[in-house]
Structure formats: structure tokens, C-alpha cells
């Protein structure tokens, strides 16, 4: 707070955009307030990050800052006007918003069609509009996409044109609320180079996020924390930087290796050409031990239509007793692959062998291998359907046949796993936290006690402290005996946590092996933007001094150095 | 796939000359067509309007298989149809005149409905809104939301294919955890799929939610006063679309 009173004192100008002790409550007694008084401002041409965890009200504060809805007490100010008095056309024409799910945004069929929707409300002439959407589709570098249909645009496009559309109604100033949380690495880099360009061209932008990425984190000029619905923090980036780790965020290690070298006032990675490296014993992969095969998979190839394979021939070992992740570009089989698991897709060619056992393929013995077998889609908390958290754990249970004694074991068993406290038996699924949700979502599937559990993508949106809890919890289930296998764009959880790595491309198997092993097949197979930041930075350093490692951990990046 | 390649009416773009029609255009004929489509009698004329399908379905440059699999919905209404007449011919005792009524009912049905569907498939949801929008603008009189409804209907066809897709992932979701949806008398059956509407229901609202939001940021206010970046234009061959199809659908009467 002192902050901003300092900052006040000494200021003329009026800010672009001003809050003054904006509070909210979604429920009419206002008993629980998602925003309690919060104040601040942005001026124009600044791009500020408004950082919180879910469930922190940063949402709600971007719909009130769009004028989407109306606070309950306190008001925004747009250059000296209160916004309540701007009429809802020109306040459209001050500030446009990109939310977090691109399908949610799009509303034609065509690209140009879509870009032209603000333009089109705001009454213009058609060349006008024409002339709005050629420089929007510039704009979000989406030109090259100009005559094709909305379907045909990968996720990070949708974004991108999600964005053209906000542009063409000729905004000063974009909101977005988590605009990369859907998208993986390229698509959220792209997004993000297409930021820079307009916030050099002077737009004011007000992103709001989860946590500061590799992509971003010197592209702001203030960082403003809200937790609890009140703002905790704020101030220059780099004086984020210092406080970051008190406040709850994780330094991206991009930033942390970038902060090594300017302390040790070495220039990356040109200085290190003629280093001569001390390494301790990098990455020996992880203690081999005997495990049994669970799966074996055999020349599986599996189509949706008569054109394309979603798998091809694809060869795989799964062992029993270890974390096996699945790794591999979007559209590479992965979730095809685990669907086979559970005979959900059925075998088309090839031969799945389930404990040295032909997989079954129909009747009883497909709900016994779901019992066995536990599969979590991605977001899995959508698919909560109970009026209780008690009622939810029950459902599988039920389903294979658990009365009882044993039903009511199973679903403390559950809620053991994912270590939630029996007091949320009671409670409705739907009034709980989002990280709580997925948790919940995750114990209905162990309840049966499965001795295989499949994820896909378990950690998607969620906050750091979700996302240690759920790895925490996978890797006792390992230890205990389970095999965990996982799908994820989280190359760096992957490297860390799994026992074996699994690539895929185009729906064949690329190289199965230790992590340590595969980091060069991996390097091959995915774009250097998923790669780690510790990767990245030492194949930077690799390309120049070929006695570098491929190193993926900071620790042991650090250690390389420790000589200097 | 259980669900998600169903795409029930989902635009195809293909540039062909059906597709440049105006929807206004489109509209008319579609409803000309239908008209006499209905009350026809007998296989002539059914053949007469199967080959004048043909004929739109070959100027639209949809292949069948993309026609076919899009309307696959509507076969289960055709085949209960079927069934339905082949009861009454059961009940009734008179067996080949209800079979030839049960086989022509399900053809006038099937052409019908997919006269009806290549509506969607060669306009855009947008375009397709803004022609309703007009031709529902006499109601506005009545106090009938023309511009609301005409958005609705373009925005619902927008999202079949996500919902598909979203009720394909629910249905695994719930296989997964071990529901029987295809097994037990029909009570069951219906009470298996709770676990799948409920959770649909919600997603639907939620989503229902953010594009209504997302559209609001974008300065939509209910459509009035909207303009288009391509406005629709009556050309040459919008009058003469109608007019074949008014000539059809008359020439029919004449047989």
C-alpha cells in the first residue's frame, strides 16, 4: 500500500484505468467477498500483470475491469470517467477482452467473419469493417489463416484470432484473463510475441495469471498480486523478482540461470566456448530395478476415419511398479494409446497383452479391467455429477460391485490418496475449488484401488500447490506397488518424475527408455519451446562447448559451475 | 468414437455456387421445397424431388459420404418412422399396403430431411442468423426477439460440434469409472445416463455463460443497429433460386 500512496503523491496525469476499492460478492449477503476493496490503476501504454492463485477472485476482477459486471461497492474509472457513466458502446470501443478458452470466444465459422463480429456490432460500414479485420488478422499474425474456417485452426490460433477480434474493435486497452492457460508452449510464445508488438505500438495491456512464465517474465512493466480478493503486492517487475518466492509464485528457471550468470558476471552463453566443465556424474537415470511387464503392446494401429492412423504400428512395454510418461506433440496418439488400456477404443490390428493376458475386448471382463485399470481424462473435475463428494467416490465402487463395509473402505480409501479430509464427504462437489474438484475427481478412480492408474494431462490449470500435491501423491502409489502412467506437455515434471519415458510421433513409439536416456530423442521430437528452460539453456551452451551435457535439472546445471 | 464425428448440420465451406446464395434466398427455396415435398404421394414424385436433391447436392460440391454422415442423426428418426408404420401393418393386418406406406414414408422423410440439412451446411451459422433474422423481422411487431432468436439458432449450430465432442469425452469419463449405460430395461438404462447429462447440463451452462460474456466484450447488445462486413445483397441468382424452386414445387401439382 505505501507503494501506491508514493506513486500517487507524485503523479499529474490522470491513469488510463483507475480502481478505486472495488468489492464484489457473488452471493446476496454478501457474506464471502470473491473482491474486497481493491484499488489501483494502470496508465496508458503500460502492460501490467495482475498475478493470483485460482480461486483468488482474478477473474471476476477482469470482468469487472472489462465492465462485464458492475462492482458492488467502488467503481472503475476510465481517463477521469467513472465507467458506469460511459455508454456501452464506447466503452467497447475503450477496452477489449480475451479470455481463456478460444472456443468460448469464437462465434462465426470463418476467420475473417469472426474478426469482423466487434466491428460489425459497433455499426460500421462494410469497407470500414474490411479495413478493421485486414489489419486485426496482421495484427495477430494470423494472416496466412485469412479464408480458412475456424475449425481448421489449432488451439494457439484460436487464441490468436480470439485476440484479432478484440483488436478489430479498435480497443486502447486489452484485459486478458489467462489467455496461454489452454495452450501448449508454441502456441503460448506465439501469443506472446504477438503481445510485445502491441504493447510496442503503445497498447495498454492488463494480463491476468496464475504465475509469471519463462515467455514473459521481463515483459512487464508492474506486477500487481491478489490473493484472497484483496491485492497484496505491488510494484516494479523486478522488484517481483526479489519478493516472488514470499509471495507464493516460482521463479521460472529461465529466470533463475539468466540471474546466475548476470551475479557471476558471465556472458551466456558466448564466455563458456573454452570452459572447462567439472561435472559430478550427471543424470545416471533413475536405479534400475526388476519390474514385471504390465502392458505389452504389440504393432497396435488404430484409425478414425479410412484416410488417417491416429496409431501406427506402435510397439510399447509397460512395467509394473513404475511412472511411465507419455510424451509427444499434440496429435501424436497419446490419448488414443491409453484409451486402448482400458478398452475404450477397441483393438483395430495389433495385440495388447495385459499381465501376459490377451486384453479383453467386450462383456464382464471389460468392467473388470476398468476396475483395474483406472483411467483420468483431462479436466476430470467436469465430469463430477454427484450431490456429494461421499456420492462421487461411491460411483465406481458401486459399479464394480463394492457393497458395504468394503464401499465405505473404498471411498476412505480414495479421499486417503489424494489427502483430502473426511469432512468434505458431505459437501457438493460443485461448491469446492477447482484444485479441490480434481482432487476429488481423481480419488472417484482410486477408490477401486486400481492397480494401474492412467492421467492425461493431470496437472492442466492448476497452481503450483495442486500441481506438488498430485505428483507427491503419484509417487507414493508408485512406491506402493501401482503403475502410473501419465500423459503431459510438461516436459520438465516428466524428465523429474517418471521412471521410463515414452515418445511418440504420429502415432508410433519414437523411443521408450530411462530419462537420461532419451533426452536427445526428445530434443528431436518436440519443439525447442517445450523443451525445460535448464535444457534449453545447455543446448545453447552445448552448441558452442561440445562438452556440455544435456542437463534438465537447475541443481545440477548449477553445479557444473561450481568452480567458478 | 461414440459421438464426436457426428457433426449434425456443420458448415462445409466449398465456395460453390449454392453457398454464394443468398440465405434469404436459401431459406425461401427450402421452404418451398418442403412444402411440396410433404404432401407428395407417389414414387414419381418422390423421384421427381430425390433427383432435384441430386441435382443441389452435386451444385454444392458436398460429397454424399459428408452429407450422409451429417444427417446420420436423423436416420434413427427415419428408422423409427419405418418401424412405427410396419407396427401399424401388424395391428392393422393389411400388410402390403402398410409396407409400401412404411417404405414410402421413410424415403419422403429421408429426402426431406436432407433437403433441410444442406441449409446448414452451405451457410455460414452468421449468415444463416442474419437471413432468419430478416425473415422473422415482420414478427418483431408482435414483440417476437427476432434478432435474439436469429443469433441463438447461428450460435447453437455454431456449438453442436463442441458439445458432441464434450458429451463423447463425459461418456468415456464415466465408462471408464465402470457405468453400464448399455445394459438393463429401459429405467436403467435412462437413470445409467444421469452421470453423463448432469455433468453436460453443467458444461453447457458454463459455456453458455462465457460466449454470452465474450460476446458482450465485443460490443454485442442484442443485434440491433449491427452491420455486416459482407451485407447480404439479392443478386440475379438469389430470383432465380426462388423461382425454380417456386417452379418445382408448382410444376408438381400439375402431375
Request: contains cysteine.
Amino acid at each position: 500500500m505505501l507503494n501506491v500512496n508514493r506513486k500517487q503523491k507524485n503523479r499529474n496525469k490522470i491513469p488510463f484505468l483507475e480502481v478505486r476499492s472495488v468489492s464484489f460478492s457473488y452471493d446476496e449477503k454478501n457474506t464471502r467477498r470473491t473482491l474486497n476493496s481493491v484499488s489501483f490503476f494502470i496508465d496508458k501504454g503500460e502492460r501490467v500483470a495482475i498475478l493470483g492463485h485460482n480461486g483468488s477472485g482474478k477473474s471476476t476482477l477482469a470482468k469487472i475491469l472489462g465492465g462485464l459486471i458492475e462492482p458492488d461497492e467502488g467503481s472503475c474509472v476510465v481517463e477521469g470517467v467513472s465507467m458506469n457513466e460511459i455508454e456501452f458502446r464506447a466503452l467497447r470501443k475503450k477496452i477489449g477482452m480475451v479470455f481463456q478458452d478460444p472456443e468460448n470466444q469464437i462465434v462465426a465459422a470463418m476467420v475473417e467473419d469472426d474478426i469482423a463480429f466487434a466491428p460489425e456490432n459497433q455499426g460500421l460500414p462494410s469497407n470500414e469493417i474490411q479495413s478493421r479485420v485486414d489489419r486485426a488478422i496482421v495484427e495477430a499474425n494470423l494472416l496466412h489463416k485469412k479464408d480458412s474456417p475456424v475449425s481448421a485452426l489449432s488451439g494457439g490460433e484460436k487464441q490468436r484470432l480470439a485476440l484479432a477480434g478484440a483488436l478489430a474493435a479498435d480497443v486502447e486497452c486489452l484485459i486478458l484473463d489467462e489467455p496461454t492457460a489452454m495452450l501448449d508452449p508454441k502456441g503460448r510464445l506465439r501469443i506472446e510475441k504477438v503481445l510485445r508488438a502491441l504493447h510496442g505500438e503503445g497498447m495498454t495491456i492488463l494480463q491476468i495469471t496464475h504465475q509469471i512464465e519463462t515467455e514473459n517474465f521481463d515483459d512487464f512493466d508492474r506486477v500487481i498480486v491478489l490473493s484472497k480478493g484483496e491485492i497484496i503486492w505491488q510494484g516494479s517487475t523486478l522488484e517481483f523478482w526479489d519478493r516472488a518466492e514470499e509471495l507464493g509464485f516460482e521463479l521460472p528457471d529461465e529466470f533463475k540461470i539468466k540471474k546466475f550468470f548476470e551475479d557471476k558476471k558471465i556472458k551466456f552463453p558466448d564466455a563458456l566456448a573454452n570452459f572447462d566443465f567439472n561435472f559430478t556424474a550427471a543424470h545416471d537415470g533413475k536405479k534400475i530395478q526388476k519390474h514385471e511387464s504390465k502392458f505389452k503392446i504389440k504393432n497396435l494401429s488404430f484409425k478414425y476415419d479410412e484416410k488417417n492412423f491416429a496409431l501406427k504400428n506402435l510397439d510399447a512395454e509397460i512395467f509394473s511398479g513404475q511412472w511411465l510418461s507419455i510424451i509427444g506433440r499434440t496429435g501424436s496418439g497419446k490419448s488414443t494409446l491409453v484409451q486402448h488400456l482400458n478398452a475404450l477404443y477397441k483393438i483395430q490390428s495389433g495385440e495388447i497383452f495385459f499381465d501376459g493376458q490377451t486384453l479383453p475386448q467386450k462383456g464382464e471382463e471389460v468392467h473388470t479391467l476398468r476396475q483395474r485399470v483406472g483411467l483420468v481424462f483431462q479436466h476430470p473435475e467436469d465430469q463430477l455429477f454427484s450431490p456429494t463428494v461421499k456420492e462421487e467416490l461411491a460411483f465406481a465402487p458401486k459399479n464394480a460391485g463394492f457393497k458395504n463395509s468394503k464401499l465405505e473402505d473404498a471411498i476412505l480409501y480414495g479421499l486417503e490418496c489424494v489427502g483430502l479430509e473426511k469432512k468434505f464427504l458431505d459437501r457438493n462437489p460443485l461448491a469446492l475449488s477447482g484444485g479441490e474438484r480434481r482432487l476429488v475427481a481423481i480419488a472417484s478412480v482410486l477408490a477401486t484401488r486400481p492397480e494401474c492408474v492412467v492421467l492425461d494431462e493431470p496437472l492442466a490449470g492448476l497452481d503450483a500447490s495442486y500441481q506438488k500435491k498430485i505428483l507427491a501423491m503419484l509417487a507414493r502409489l508408485r512406491d506402493e506397488g501401482e503403475t502410473v502412467i501419465t500423459i503431459t506437455h510438461d516436459l520438465d515434471t516428466a524428465l523429474k518424475f517418471s521412471d521410463k519415458i515414452l515418445i511418440l510421433r504420429d502415432g508410433g513409439t519414437v523411443r521408450e527408455g530411462n530419462p537420461g536416456d532419451v533426452i536427445e530423442e526428445i530434443m528431436n521430437v518436440l519443439e525447442p519451446e517445450a523443451w525445460p528452460d535448464v535444457l534449453r539453456a545447455s543446448a545453447e551452451i552445448r552448441k558452442i562447448n561440445k562438452n556440455f551435457p544435456f542437463i534438465y535439472d537447475y541443481q545440477e546445471f548449477i553445479k557444473c559451475f561450481s568452480q567458478i | 468414437m461414440f459421438l464426436s464425428n457426428i457433426n449434425l448440420g456443420q458448415y462445409v465451406p466449398t465456395g460453390s455456387i449454392i453457398h454464394k446464395l443468398d440465405p434469404r434466398a436459401k431459406l425461401f427455396s427450402l421452404l418451398f421445397i418442403i412444402s411440396a415435398v410433404f404432401p407428395a404421394k407417389n414414387f414419381f414424385q418422390l423421384t421427381f424431388w430425390a433427383i432435384a436433391l441430386a441435382a443441389v447436392v452435386y451444385a454444392s460440391k458436398i460429397s454424399w459420404g459428408v452429407l450422409l454422415r451429417s444427417a446420420r442423426p436423423i436416420f434413427f428418426l427415419v428408422a423409427f418412422t419405418f418401424g412405427f408404420n410396419l407396427l401399424s401393418a401388424y395391428f392393422t393386418g393389411d400388410v402390403s399396403t402398410s409396407l409400401f406406406r412404411a417404405v414410402f414414408t421413410s424415403l419422403r422423410l429421408v429426402v426431406l430431411m436432407l433437403f433441410a440439412i444442406m441449409l446448414p451446411l452451405t451457410t455460414a451459422p452468421l449468415e444463416l442468423a442474419d437471413g432468419l433474422n430478416t425473415l422473422l423481422r415482420p414478427l418483431e411487431r408482435f414483440g417476437f426477439p427476432a434478432n435474439e432468436c436469429a443469433m441463438m439458432i447461428g450460435m447453437a449450430l455454431r456449438f453442436i460440434p463442441l458439445l458432441m465432442q464434450e458429451t463423447d469425452k463425459i461418456i468415456r469419463a464415466q465408462l471408464s469409472r465402470g457405468a453400464r449405460l448399455d445394459q438393463g430395461n429401459l429405467f436403467r438404462r435412462v437413470m445409467a445416463f444421469f452421470p453423463v447429462l448432469i455433468p453436460l447440463f453443467i458444461i453447457i451452462f458454463r459455456r453458455a455463460d462465457e460466449i454470452a460474456t465474450a460476446m458482450e466484450a465485443r460490443g454485442y447488445d442484442g443485434g440491433a443497429g449491427r452491420t455486416r462486413r459482407k451485407p447480404l445483397v439479392w443478386k440475379f441468382n438469389d430470383t432465380a433460386a426462388v423461382i425454380i424452386s417456386v417452379l418445382a414445387a408448382g410444376s408438381y401439382f400439375v402431375f
